[in-house]
């Protein structure tokens, strides 16, 4: 805002400011978005930008478990919003910040409050679906197809980082090591060699780790996991047995 300065002091050089709201990657434009008026989207370095009632809209959330947050600036408008929330519903803060800027541009396009609603109990009952399909699908009375001591060890994704699997208290347990804190679980037998954990976040589902095993020689080679999350793609992950 204000090109980087607080009265007299630049904060951030215009130069940098135009770096880090320039797009860096065009995202999609649905057909409804085009009905409200925006007719580009983009990701910049840690913003979304995109046009609302012929301004560019700066914005972006923020969030951990229990809280969430969300700055959005209009620049050409000399306008900052800043919404702060004591639980975790992005569809509220969405509302908002679309109702507010309907107030300041004094042209309302759309309930947003009811259109928000609409789209978290389309999104619960997708979840809700989701999460029931993989119940569906669980095999029973299956048995792992190498002995436990087997998938003890340390396991690394090039992207990622390592993770490690050991035993405690008679039971597996799993570690993400780069978030030892959040990522780590006790791991239950689900089917085969898939294992059920549940992490620390308390906004996650619980997620399927599926080793990958050889039939002939039974060493484990690595693992795959499942978890559904519109925050992390848990599925690119492929971590391979390194010890």
């Not at 060890?153 to 993400?176: H, P």
Request: hydrophobic share 35%.
């Amino acid at each position: 805002m204000n090109n980087g300065k607080y009265k007299e002091i630049e904060i951030l050089s215009p130069d940098i400011i135009k770096k880090l709201t320039s797009p860096q990657t065009i995202l999609r434009v649905s057909e409804e978005a085009e009905s409200f008026g925006t007719h580009f989207k983009t990701y910049a370095l840690g913003w979304y930008a995109y046009d609302y009632q012929g301004c560019k809209i700066i914005e972006h959330d923020g969030s951990m478990p229990g809280y969430i947050s969300k700055v959005a600036m209009i620049p050409e408008k000399s306008i900052g919003i800043i919404i702060l929330n004591n639980g975790f519903d992005f569809f509220s803060n969405d509302a908002l910040m679309f109702s507010i800027i309907d107030i300041i541009f004094e042209k309302s396009i759309n309930n947003w409050v009811e259109y928000f609603n609409n789209k978290e109990m389309e999104y619960s009952k997708y979840e809700t679906e989701k999460n029931d399909e993989r119940i569906t699908k669980k095999e029973l009375n299956t048995q792992p197809t190498v002995d436990l001591k087997n998938l003890i060890g340390t396991y690394s994704d090039k992207m990622y980082g390592n993770a490690s699997v050991e035993i405690e208290n008679n039971q597996l347990k799993i570690t993400f090591l780069p978030t030892s804190k959040v990522f780590v679980s006790t791991m239950e037998h689900w089917n085969y060699n898939t294992f059920k954990v549940v992490f620390k976040d308390p906004y996650l589902p619980f997620g399927l780790i599926s080793f990958d095993v050889d039939d002939i020689s039974k060493s484990v080679k690595g693992f795959k996991i499942d978890l559904p999350s519109s925050d992390f793609n848990f599925s690119i992950l492929d971590f391979k047995k390194i010890n």
